[in-house]
């Protein structure tokens, strides 16, 4: 991951979020910061880009408000089970 290279030798996915978050813990270090929330939402960022959670909250909730049988593996994924 932190060489930037993806399956198929172009840039992955999530290296932008994972540069955006070495950066700012860089910088806080830097800085002599000791606060962790400071880089929080950019970890929130490279999790959801890596894991899909939110996404897949989402879509589970669709599927399940339109009362349809999900057509896809994601929909029927789910973390709490």
Not at 40 to 65: G, Q, R, S
């Amino acid at each position: 991951m932190s060489s930037g290279h993806g399956l198929y030798l172009s840039k992955s996915r999530c290296y932008d979020s994972f540069k955006d978050l070495a950066i700012c813990t860089k910088e806080a270090k830097l800085n002599g910061s000791t606060d962790r929330l400071q880089c929080k939402p950019l970890v929130v960022d490279y999790f959801e880009c890596l894991h899909h959670t939110k996404e897949l909250k989402l879509l589970n909730e669709h599927a399940a408000a339109a009362n349809v049988e999900p057509t896809s593996w994601f929909c029927l994924w789910d973390r709490n089970k």
